[in-house]
């Protein structure tokens, strides 16, 4: 473009110089003073000027569209802007990405979570396992809205460290724990107890009976079932709460966790058996005490779910 503006210039700079040779051209000139305004020394600067700002206007509109592309922003909902029902104050659980819907537990933190028509509460991905959220927070009366604050909804769950039953070939307390590796784990060996997710109808104590007697293989009751606390997975971003137990006095065989396991579930059941290899393993009181001390819980809900056990005085009584 500026090698053809150069080529025009030039010949326009000719024309005017064999035009002022000429009387009648020269006597035209001098009755126009407009006449060489078109061709006058600063309008290549001016056009460079226009170039040059509608080059950076493009790459400036070309970045906004892709940023809007990446994150799956269209002109019904702009970035940061809530889905909401026109007759409630609450957010509508319509999200921006949908991999299946997710029916676990929703968190708000009434005085703290600000849902304002001036606010940006949104949900941005769900799937049947987990809703992430853009919640907008104010943590004290008088602090400043912060606008971004990433939320993760998660299905609540349990972990049960077991007692092995007791027969006639041992009379010493030991519990059962599982040798296998998870996807997080960088391809590592861990020790871990029973954990499951609880299912829509079931309470804690309900799923917790109902995942012993499904991953101890035949089946197992246990008369006691003691609760050693219900803990958040992660206090700033949430990711459900975990509940631990320890389950005492078992007896192999029976399907009492089957029979207790709430039907309300149905199509929306999430919880899945495993798919990585496991081995179970049995160890006593003084093993177990050592394998938390090296660190062989990797996970933090089983090291915490064992750590407890260990404390609990049923446990040091067995």
């Not at 997710?197 to 035949?218: D, F, K, L, S």
């Amino acid at each position: 473009v500026f090698s053809m503006h150069r080529k025009k210039h030039r010949s326009h700079t000719t024309e005017r110089s064999t035009m002022a040779s000429s009387p009648s051209h020269h006597h035209h000139s001098h009755h126009n003073p407009n006449f060489y305004r078109g061709t006058s020394s600063n309008h290549p600067t001016r056009f460079i000027i226009l170039m040059c700002t509608l080059f950076f206007l493009g790459i400036i509109t070309l970045s906004m569209h892709r940023h809007h592309t990446f994150y799956g922003y269209s002109k019904k909902q702009s970035p940061g802007s809530a889905i909401r029902n026109p007759n409630s104050n609450k957010i509508s659980e319509e999200c921006v990405h949908s991999y299946g819907s997710y029916h676990g537990p929703k968190y708000s933190l009434p005085g703290v979570t600000v849902i304002e028509e001036s606010t940006n509460n949104q949900c941005i991905l769900e799937s049947k396992w987990m809703r992430v959220m853009q919640h907008a927070v104010r943590l004290t009366p008088t602090s400043s809205i912060i606008p971004d604050w990433l939320w993760i909804d998660y299905h609540d769950r349990i972990n049960v460290l077991v007692e092995e039953p007791r027969d006639s070939n041992h009379n010493e307390a030991r519990w059962l724990v599982f040798r296998q590796t998870k996807y997080a784990l960088e391809g590592r060996m861990s020790l871990a107890v029973i954990g499951g997710i609880i299912e829509r109808g079931e309470t804690a104590e309900v799923a917790a009976r109902r995942e012993v007697a499904e991953e101890m293989g035949g089946g197992m009751n246990c008369d006691k079932l003691v609760s050693l606390g219900r803990f958040r997975t992660d206090v700033n971003r949430g990711m459900g709460w975990v509940n631990s137990f320890v389950a005492m006095d078992c007896i192999r065989g029976g399907n009492v966790g089957e029979k207790e396991k709430s039907t309300e579930a149905g199509e929306d059941e999430v919880g899945a058996a495993d798919t990585e290899k496991q081995d179970q393993v049995a160890l006593n009181l003084e093993e177990l005490r050592e394998a938390v001390r090296e660190g062989k819980f990797l996970e933090v809900q089983w090291s915490n779910t064992v750590a407890l056990a260990l404390l609990h005085p049923d446990v040091l009584q067995r």
